[in-house]
């Protein structure tokens, strides 16, 4: 073992001491759970079919639209109930400026990667021409006032037919980037056949972990200590110097830029918008999803789109296994009807139990002692007080 030579502090005498060993220890299990969850998402297209990729790129859109409310909601204190309007905008954007045209509507034929960008642009634009409103509203008033949004955004998709394509929507164009075209068009990666589908797996995992990390760290930053502060107490913010209004316009404006983007990954994995599906039933559903998931956290936004969103599917999927569940038409109750009698009853647990939803269970189990083991009490304790 080497040595070095220090001094002694009594007499002055050089003696050897032995150099400190570095003890490696081993990863947290919340860093290895992260790792094994990485190495799963990045190998799934290699071995499940389309529908779960689907669905899965169905969940992604979800979470970076409920992200973008949970920060309006759940950090902010601010109720919208006009989400999908944004959706809209940022799936009819990408699909006015990718398209060419030569489908019926109009099409400026831009490249799809800019398109995209654009998209999300103008969904942050028109979150600005109505921040003004949200920035001085608050409560129910602000939860009607976007509640316009949706039957103005109802009437102008399927009345403007030359941008919409009316009632039967339009075709989206496919993303094209570093020469790359995420469409059907097989390519053969390591013997396995990759579809548009495959392709857009792994664009959905980069946007969802870029949308998730800014997030977190507009939480855990300065932002995120002003917005929880009007939440909590707004007046209290304004006399500490909380530019209050200005903060309200600002996280809608990034909200509506989140759903934008929850817009275009839509529009691409469905490959046609259709009016219908931006209703005032899309935003109820991003609200159950921030309620469900945890308000105020990026992990549960996650959490509740992937139940809100993947349910249905699954219920679609296994009908025939499922009593009292099956297709349309055929007496029993419809898969996404029943979908929303489940999470319906969830937003009532969760309300009623649960308060922080699925994060804050999560977090329950995970610092639960185990059987036997000691509870130290925390400093200032007196026995038999409450905690």
């Excluded at 007046?235 to 209004?245: D, K, W, Y």
């Excluded at 259709?274 to 921030?290: H, K, R």
Aim: charged share 15%; hydrophobic share 50%; net charge positive.
């Amino acid at each position: 073992m080497s040595e070095v030579l220090t001094r002694d502090e009594t007499g002055g005498a050089v003696r050897p001491a032995r150099r400190r060993r570095l003890r490696l220890r081993p990863p947290a299990p919340r860093t290895a759970a992260g790792a094994v969850c990485a190495v799963v998402l990045l190998a799934l297209p290699f071995y499940v079919d389309r529908f779960w990729l689907e669905a899965g790129l169905f969940a992604m859109a979800a979470a970076l639209g409920a992200i973008g409310l949970n920060l309006l909601t759940g950090a902010t204190g601010q109720l919208s109930m006009g989400h999908a309007f944004f959706l809209a905008v940022g799936a009819y954007g990408y699909c006015v400026f990718a398209a060419d045209g030569s489908d019926g509507p109009v099409g400026l034929g831009l490249p799809a990667w800019l398109a995209a960008v654009l998209a999300v642009a103008v969904s942050g634009i028109a979150g600005g021409l109505f921040s003004p409103i949200a920035g001085r509203l608050r409560g129910a008033y602000l939860g009607i006032a976007t509640l316009a949004l949706i039957f103005i955004g109802q009437h102008v998709l399927f009345n403007a037919r030359d941008l919409t394509g009316g009632f039967n929507g339009r075709d989206v164009p496919p993303l094209s980037l570093f020469g790359l075209t995420f469409d059907d068009r097989e390519l053969v990666v390591a013997d396995v056949p990759f579809g548009s589908a495959e392709k857009l797996w792994y664009v959905g995992l980069l946007l969802l972990l870029g949308g998730a990390l800014f997030a977190r760290g507009v939480l855990r930053g300065r932002p995120g200590r002003a917005m929880n502060a009007i939440r909590d107490h707004r007046i209290a913010a304004g006399v500490i110097g909380v530019p209050v209004a200005r903060y309200r316009a600002g996280v809608f404006v990034l909200s509506s830029m989140y759903a934008g983007l929850a817009g275009v990954l839509l529009a691409l994995v469905f490959q046609r918008t259709v009016p219908d599906y931006f209703g005032i039933t899309l935003s109820l559903d991003y609200l159950a999803m921030i309620v469900i998931g945890g308000l105020g956290s990026v992990a549960g936004a996650v959490a509740g789109a992937a139940f809100v969103s993947l349910l249905p599917q699954l219920l679609t999927r296994y009908s025939d296994a499922l009593p009292l569940v099956s297709e349309p038409g055929m007496g029993g109750i419809a898969p996404g009807e029943a979908a929303r009698y489940l999470y319906g009853a969830a937003v009532v647990a969760v309300v009623l139990f649960l308060p922080g939803g699925l994060v804050r269970l999560a977090a329950r189990l995970r610092v639960k002692p185990r059987p036997g083991a000691r509870v130290t009490p925390r400093p200032g304790a007196v026995e038999g007080e409450e905690r």
